[in-house]
């Protein structure tokens, strides 16, 4: 098992740097469907790529990570950006968005697990720390675009995508699997998850509804969840 303050893996920082940028584009993605300007890309993007980190920090006590070093800020400004200038006219980026979230979600998971398990933190809280950091920058994302949070309103799995990658990495450390096939493991199962949601509009739902493919009745979703649905 990880033992508290041991370094981040190499594996791990590639993982994070990428996970901070497809949440950094899916960010400004977002910002584009709203015609935001260029402070709006870079705010709603750079939010997106570090806020789930950032909460996890302030609930493990941890001094904030890019208060210190500000390589990973600076390199989610430069994802949102570059999604500002690079982007076309057509802003009907929805599916964009979805998959780069997706992705951004599988890694994360197991990010945040793993700085989890890094600081001691009982099996329990690292999995759902993993949950918190995958999460949290899009609940962020969403809030200053006037959504409805896509956690609890696009009615497909996705708090539970990345606590299946969290759980799984967990698992297979507390296992001795070693680290690298464990983060592959865990991020494709969460992946693997999220894509067959997108896919096959895989639904969850109230007692009695737990699992459809297909959305609900118009009529039970008239909340806003078909606008962040896929």
Wanted: aromatic content about 10%; hydrophobic content about 45%.
């Amino acid at each position: 098992m990880l033992t508290p303050h041991e370094p981040l893996s190499t594996s791990i920082l590639v993982m994070m740097y990428f996970g901070e940028v497809v949440f950094a584009v899916s960010g400004a993605l977002t910002a584009a469907r709203y015609r935001m300007d260029i402070v709006g890309y870079a705010m709603v993007g750079t939010v997106t790529g570090i806020g789930g980190g950032t909460i996890r920090d302030l609930l493990l006590g941890r001094t904030v990570w890019w208060t210190e070093d500000p390589t990973e800020l600076l390199l989610c400004l430069t994802a949102s950006l570059a999604t500002f200038f690079f982007i076309r006219h057509d802003i009907s980026h929805r599916k964009e968005m979805i998959w780069a979230d997706a992705l951004g979600l599988s890694v994360f998971g197991v990010v945040g697990c793993y700085i989890s398990l890094q600081q001691g933190t009982p099996f329990v809280i690292a999995v759902f720390m993993g949950m918190i950091t995958a999460t949290g920058g899009g609940v962020i994302r969403d809030v200053l675009t006037n959504n409805v949070p896509m956690i609890i309103s696009c009615g497909q799995p996705y708090a539970t995508v990345a606590l299946l990658g969290s759980l799984c990495y967990a698992t297979l450390r507390y296992l001795e699997v070693p680290e690298i096939p464990s983060e592959a493991i865990a991020c494709g199962a969460a992946f693997t998850l999220r894509a067959y949601a997108i896919l096959f509009d895989i639904q969850t739902g109230p007692p009695g509804e737990f699992l459809r493919f297909g959305k609900r009745p118009e009529s039970n979703t008239n909340d806003g969840s078909e606008e962040q649905g896929s």
